[in-house]
């Protein structure tokens, strides 16, 4: 999958990819372990990149509205916001950016082998 250019997470990502290996293969203790330990850092890290994906392409054209009648209600409800959302656009939109930035990949490892599904 390819991120956005001039995406939020393109550095990150990166990041996120080499911890949650990290923390995976930390565990490796035999030779048979390696194809679970390689589903589970496919499973871990799709869901995250698809998100990632779709909150840049998201973001980028909410940023990038055309003059209308989207983008002026765009705009009243960033004049709005100040400690009061209303139920639009403006508010799933930066829902989802904070729910990116609160991902925690180390968890997202730690999950899987709690769950017991890759040992």
């Not at 956005?4 to 565990?27: I, W």
Request: aromatic content about 8%; proline content about 4%; charged content about 30%.
């Amino acid at each position: 999958l390819v991120l956005q250019p001039g995406g939020t997470h393109s550095a990150a990502m990166a990041l996120e990819d080499a911890a949650v290996f990290a923390a995976l293969f930390s565990r490796l203790r035999r030779e048979e372990q390696i194809g679970p330990f390689v589903s589970a850092y496919q499973e871990i890290r799709e869901a995250r990149t698809v998100e990632v994906r779709r909150m840049d392409v998201s973001n980028a054209a909410m940023v990038r509205m055309p003059p209308g009648p989207e983008r002026d209600q765009r705009d009243e409800s960033i004049r709005h916001a100040r400690g009061e959302w209303d139920d639009g656009v403006l508010q799933r939109e930066f829902e989802g950016v904070a729910a990116l930035f609160g991902y925690e990949a180390l968890d997202a490892a730690d999950v899987s082998f709690r769950t017991g599904r890759f040992r």
